[in-house]
């Protein structure tokens, strides 16, 4: 069983049309939530980090939440520049970061 | 500033054939260090990690092995390439409890 589900696996938004991005996990004990930013044939470039409820982050057009089992990745007018893959990992016990598979995201003109 | 570099950046390989991929980070000292493999429709798969010279932790039984000779270098080994070894590998660093920054990924085909 996943212990972090992304949804949904693709999104396809109009320049300027809001939306958010989920992510849920199911192991308890959260150290903390990360969201990366991953374009095609590259390395994940990191946007942010959680650590508890009712933490929030922005920066540019994106805003992370966090709530006790999910978050949730708020893109606001996006551009076509945003397209990519939005990765989410989550950190409960030891040094590594558990992802998830991704929403892959295109903003069209 | 700190940078890691992982190279190559593509490689073709023969089943069957060894595999040595690097990585080394510039800029910070003793960190944790990371391989991850990405296949095509899932999501990135923790291979092995390190938190020290010789400190080597294994997170899925498989023919790969990882290495730290030194401080800031970080060895992805096998013997014989099978074809599911097919993917996009990614080192990564970071401290304890923190983000992880990620190297430019090395896409492996096994043919």
């Known amino acids: 069983e996943d212990q972090v589900t992304q949804s949904p696996e693709a999104l396809r938004l109009q320049e300027g049309e809001s939306s958010s991005l989920n992510c849920s996990y199911t192991v308890s004990g959260l150290r903390g939530l990360f969201w990366y930013r991953q374009d095609p044939g590259k390395g994940p470039e990191f946007l942010f980090t959680l650590y508890s409820a009712g933490e929030e982050k922005e920066k540019e057009r994106l805003k992370a939440t966090l709530t006790k089992k999910e978050s949730f990745l708020h893109i606001t007018a996006p551009k076509p520049e945003d397209s990519a893959t939005y990765l989410c990992a989550v950190q409960f016990s030891g040094y590594a970061l558990n992802f998830g598979k991704g929403t892959s995201l295109l903003v069209t003109p | 500033s700190q940078t890691i570099h992982q190279w190559p950046a593509t490689l073709v390989q023969p089943v069957g054939s060894p595999l040595s991929l690097e990585c080394t980070v510039e800029g910070t000292s003793n960190p944790n260090l990371y391989w991850y493999r990405q296949a095509a429709g899932r999501g990135l798969q923790l291979l092995f990690y390190?938190?020290?010279?010789?400190?080597i932790s294994s997170e899925v039984p498989q023919n790969l092995s990882a290495s730290r000779p030194q401080d800031r270098q970080f060895i992805l080994s096998s013997k014989k390439l099978l074809l599911s070894d097919s993917g996009f590998y990614l080192c990564a660093w970071g401290a304890t409890n923190e983000k992880l920054f990620f190297g430019s990924g090395t896409q492996l085909s096994v043919l």
């Open positions: 390190s938190v020290g010279i010789g400190q």
